[in-house]
């Protein structure tokens, strides 16, 4: 490929000759020979082909805003014979780290470390590594891809939450719960038959001993405990003026992952929502890969509100979060909250940097206003359960 240089060089060197042609002028023929000259000279050190290996490694390739991450290239000749100098060029997010690559006899190896530091959530592209052969003016250059493009993720800092207790929906894997219920798998207690009950839970085998311990015609039907399983989904405001400032959206992709790491941990089903980045399932790597991957859009809460429905129509307890409305009104977070059935649990999150922190009721929902992401576990401490 011609890099600036050899585009000027040729460029130059073009339209010198034909300005000669029509000016007569021999210092513009002087200065077309020449530029078209050098750059005659630089194709011969694009001639030959490299035959590499390149392997580029991270670990580890999931970090928490701040941290580190520890790279290596791993460069091997793979041809039959000793390999010329090269160039090795390993984009990292917008920069690009190069390394010069000696000379390498056959199968012969080098290597490069190199270390990526993170500051905030998101996803930071490495690779594809690539060499590049060129000229010493640098006018032209050979470049080769040999390996493909990595990601790291950046997870936002978390906040340690309490249990959210069970969901609102029956499952045959669920957890037991202190509710009655006539037909389950947790088995509780035996109580006498009332008209009505399903002669399929009689327990014949007690009805008998019953009957002739106390010589009464009676029956005893088994009694349950409900299973539940809950299914939590985290929806987000993707809408750049629905936030003060950068910061708070931040601060809300912190509160979302940590809804979701407390969840998984309570075996919740998860679903996330924010813009067009959706998860949805128990894989809680899965869940935090999307919050990472997660940028501001125009989807909107409610357009957001309504694909997560469709997503999760299982969903027993549901967080909304937004930035504080500048004109102090709900309208979007109740229309969102309206799209999921009345027996789901539904909180709002209102996120503005700097806000006291509190807990009110609108309409049956539950709003709760934080300032920064510490303030969560306490909101939540008595709004889940």
Known sequence: MARPLGRLLLGLGVLALL????????????????????????LPFLLGRTRVSVAVHLEPSRVVAGGSVAGGVEVVNTSGRRMLPTLLEVPVGASAHRYAVPTLAADARHDETFTVRTE????????????????????????????????????????PLGAMGAGLLRDLEGVSTDAISQSDLAFHALREYVPGDDLRHVHWRSSAKAMAASGDAQLLVRQYLDTRRSHATVVVDDRVRAWADEDDFETAMSVAASILVRAVTDDFETTFVCGGTTSSGGDG??????????????????????????????TSLLFLLTGGPADGGLEDVLRAAAIFPPEVRRLALLVTGGADPGVSDVGGLSVLRLGAKDELGALLRWSVS
């Open 285 to 314: 790597n899965l869940a935090l890969d999307a919050v990472c991957r997660a940028t501001a859009g125009t989807t909107g809460l409610v357009a957001a509100a309504r694909h997560a429905v469709d997503l999760a129509p299982d």
């Open 120 to 159: 905030r959530r998101g996803v930071i592209g490495v690779g594809p590594a690539l060499t590049r052969r060129g000229d010493p003016l640098g006018a032209f250059s050979r470049d080769s891809v040999w390996a493909a493009r990595q990601e790291i993720l950046v997870r936002p800092p978390l906040t």
């Open 19 to 42: 300005a000669s042609s029509v000016l007569h002028w021999r210092e513009l023929v002087v200065l077309g020979t020449t530029c078209l000259l050098v750059v005659l000279l630089c």
